[in-house]
């Protein structure tokens, strides 16, 4: 009998000897990763390699010669300059824009398709940039003169290429470029003052790099998880979950729709 005793007792204890250890690996596998100057990539965020069940698939970022990058759809990848879990936002630069004499024409153009699990604060996105190549100079205050960095990227041909950026609000039309241009690229940049910019004020823009909101998640794992709706507030950084209109309330009116028309 003491010895069926002594040998529940050891079960016990060495049941709660294997829950004492997954308790413990279950703290330590989802510790924030960290990759060069990003040092705190935590929920929702991953690292590729971090154990699975850390972090969501759709906000899995990649560490590439000590930099943090993030791909979006249609291979898009962008350097992480930084997170802000406070804001639920992530700061994206080009990796195409450098500080320098000469501007890349080869820069991404960010689109609601390409963003996937992302949100653009519309707030601080406010100007769609056009990068065209000329065959004519232009005398024109609101067209900026870009030095390419390869000129053999904007021209086929041996005549001579001029190449501008012109800066809009987000709406801009290719029918408010009033020259015979090629577009090389629509690039979305924070805010621009028109007139008067050039190269270096475009590249310190560009440099900045773009907020992107992820309260798109939190909207999923606070509100939709519970059946319930919600409305995100950029200014705020804030998301508002609300009952969802159920269908039952439209049952009666539509049943008297139909009583009345048969």
Same mark, same amino acid.
Do not use: W
């Given at each position: 009998m003491m010895f069926r005793e002594a040998k529940l007792v050891a079960l016990a204890l060495f049941h709660t000897f294997l829950l004492a250890i997954c308790a413990a690996n279950g703290n330590q596998t989802c510790r924030p990763s960290s990759c060069g100057e990003i040092q705190n990539i935590s929920n929702?965020?991953?690292?590729? $390699?971090?154990?699975?069940?850390? $972090? *969501?698939p759709d906000y899995e970022l990649v560490c590439e010669n000590n930099r943090t990058m993030v791909n979006f759809w249609e291979g898009q990848k962008y350097y992480v300059a930084d997170i802000n879990y406070d804001h639920s936002t992530i700061r994206v630069v080009d990796p195409g824009v450098e500080k320098g004499n000469c501007l890349s024409t080869h820069l991404y153009s960010l689109s609601y398709y390409s963003l996937s699990s992302y949100d653009r604060n519309w707030e601080e996105v406010t100007n769609t940039t056009v990068l065209m190549n000329c065959e004519q100079p232009i005398s024109d205050g609101n067209y900026i003169p870009i030095t390419p960095c390869n000129r053999s990227n904007v021209t086929s041909s041996s005549s001579q290429a001029y190449v501008y950026a012109l800066v809009g609000?987000?709406?801009?039309?290719?029918?408010?470029?009033? *020259?015979?241009?090629?577009?090389?690229?629509?690039?979305?940049?924070?805010?621009?003052?028109? $007139?008067n910019l050039s190269m270096s004020d475009l590249q310190e823009v560009l440099l900045l790099g773009l907020d992107l909101?992820?309260?798109?998640?939190?909207?999923?794992?606070?509100?939709?998880?519970? $059946?319930?709706?919600?409305?995100?507030?950029?200014?705020? *950084?804030?998301?508002?979950c609300t009952k969802r209109m159920s269908n039952v309330y439209f049952y009666p009116f539509m049943y008297l729709f139909c009583f009345n028309i048969l």
């Open positions: 929702p965020f991953r690292l590729k $390699g971090d154990p699975s069940g850390c $972090g *969501y609000d987000l709406n801009m039309e290719v029918g408010e470029i009033k *020259y015979s241009c090629t577009i090389l690229r629509t690039i979305a940049t924070r805010f621009l003052k028109h $007139g909101s992820f309260l798109s998640f939190r909207c999923k794992s606070e509100c939709e998880v519970k $059946g319930l709706d919600c409305e995100r507030n950029y200014s705020n *950084y804030t998301v508002q």
